[in-house]
C-alpha cells in the first residue's frame, strides 16, 4: 500500500486533476490518497496550515503550487524537508534554483507549459477564470503533461508499495520532452500538440506583465485579453491533434488495472493490455 498526501496551494492548471491521474476510475487497490488544499491563496499563513497533512503519515507528498520560489510555497517546503516531497510547479526554471531543490531533498517537476493566468480585476471574473483553467487543461491533457506526472507518480508510488527506497524525480518539462509523453501515432497531430504546448508557454510570457507590471487599464485588460485567447488558440490546436488521432483510430490510451498495472490500447474496440 502506497500512501499519498497533497498538498495544493494556490492554484494552477495541473492542480484540477493532480490527485486523481493515478486512480482515474476510483477502482484502483494499493494507494491511498489524501488531498489538502488551501483555494486561491498561497501565503504564509495558508503555508503553516498545510502541516495537518502531516497526520496522514504519507509514503510521500506531493506539493503542488504557482512559483514555488514565492513566500508561501516557501515556508511550506520547510515543514516537509523531513519527508519525501516532490514539488510540482511553473517555477522556478533556472538550473541553479532547481539544483537547490534538488540538494535540499525535494523532487521536482517543473512545467513551463502551466501558464499563467491574468489574475486583474480588471479583466479575470469567475467565468474568465473557469474558462481559460478549462482551455489549460485541454493542452495539459492531450498534449502529454498529464501523463508525464501521472507516470512519474506512478513510478514513485511502486517504490513506497514494495518498499524500497524513493527516488524523487528531477524534471524541466518543458514543450519537447512534454510532447514525447502524449503518445500521438500521428506526426501531425504530434505536430499541433507540440505548437499548443509553445502557446501555452508563451501565455504566461503575455499575462506576466499584465499582472505585475503594467498600471493603464487599457494596457491590463487588453494584454490579459491576448494572453487568453493564446490560450484558447492553444486549446483548439489541441483539440484538433486529438481529432486526427481519432479519426484514424489511433488514440493511445493508458488506463490503471485494479492491481496499478498499466495497460494499453490504441483502437477503440480493442481491449486494454
Known sequence: ???????????????????LVQDEIAAREGITVRVFGTGPKMGKDEAAATEELKKFDADFYVMISPNSSAPG???????????????????PTKKDDRAALEEAGFGYIIMTVDPLIGAKTEFLDPVEMASFNSDAMKVLSTCGVVR???EELDKVAAMADEGKELELPHILAKPEKCIERAGF???????????ALHMADMVAKINFPACFMMKEIEQVALTTAAGHEMMRAAAQMAIEAREIEKANDSVFRQPHSKKGKLLTKT???????
Not at 510555497?73 to 510547479?89: M, Q
Not at 501515432?185 to 505548437?195: D, F, I, R, S, V
Open 1 to 19: 500500500m502506497a500512501k499519498i498526501g497533497f498538498i495544493k496551494l494556490g492554484n494552477l492548471g495541473m492542480s484540477q486533476v493532480i490527485d
Open 73 to 91: 510555497p516557501t515556508a511550506a517546503r520547510e515543514l516537509y524537508k523531513d519527508v519525501p516531497c516532490i514539488v510540482i510547479s511553473d517555477g
Open 148 to 150: 508525464l506526472i501521472q
Open 185 to 195: 501515432n500521428n506526426p501531425y497531430a504530434k505536430a499541433k500538440g507540440l505548437a
Open 267 to 273: 483502437t477503440l474496440y480493442e481491449k486494454p493490455q
